[in-house]
């Protein structure tokens, strides 16, 4: 799950001076800005920019985010934030998913909620707070409750997977959807089974997790085991779901995912 987390060793800093060696992370928008040849902007004001944002230092290396002002200038190229994988380090690319969800936060908080009085930064902690009324808000992170259902041992054990409408042709993954207020993850991960295909699971267990800043998501993943009933597919939510043996998987989520990390986990312990 390394590829969409702070690397270790990173330290957050709220105060930082740009320098010749820093590196940003800039977004047109949703985007993330490289250079030509495909890295990230350095120096001390590489691009024009608005929500300028220290995010930390790592291994004596400052990084900073920022939002592009203007138009994007000659030499560089403005990308989807996944699109980084493979191209850029394990560890840039957890900071970029880092780095975007401070941007937006920036982006999207400017004024109070409450009494539309513009927000200001705070200074012992990533936040925002209204000089006139006091709120203080943060970034917001959505906890998703995932859930990899099996049935049967060894080489016989089946995995239940669908697939969204949103996929890619004949991809299909785990299920999972967005815990809801005053919800435990456990109640939730039940829920969205339920909700998605209509069947019972047993012995849910928490696997590990992972940041998710698409936009601003953290992944929980659950394993389980299949209790009873009949795969009924949710409408508009739901386009496929069946079980499929270990030794014949359909297209999966890409290898840097929660979602193929619990097939891969669980295929592993199947055939071994």
Known sequence: MKATSRPDGFEVALTLAPEAGSVWFVFDGPKLVLRADGTLPTGEAPLPAVDVT??????????????????????????????????????????????AQVIEFARTHRYCGRCAAPLSDATHERSRRCP?????????????????????????????????????????????GFVEPSE???????????????????????????????????????????AGGDITPQPGEIDDARWFP??????????????RALIDGAVAEALK
């Open 54 to 99: 220290p995010l930390g230092t790592l291994d004596g290396t400052s990084y900073l985010a920022a939002g592009l002002d203007g138009d994007l200038p000659g030499g560089f190229q403005s990308v989807p934030v996944r699109s980084g994988f493979g191209r850029l380090p394990d560890h840039h690319m957890g900071l970029a998913g880092y780095a």
């Open 132 to 176: 006139n009324c006091g709120l203080t808000v943060y970034p917001r992170v959505a906890p998703v409750a995932m859930v990899l259902i099996r049935r049967g041992q060894g080489r016989d054990t089946e995995l239940l997977l669908a697939r969204s409408p949103h996929f890619p042709p004949g991809m299909y993954s785990a299920l999972a």
């Open 184 to 226: 435990t993850l456990e109640a939730a991960a039940r829920r969205e089974v339920q909700e998605e295909v209509g069947v019972e699971v047993r012995d849910l267990r928490y696997q590990f997790s992972q940041p998710w800043p698409f936009p601003h998501s953290l992944m929980l993943g659950f394993t389980a085991e299949y």
């Open 246 to 259: 270990v030794t014949d998987l359909p297209t999966l989520p890409a290898a840097f995912s929660i979602a």
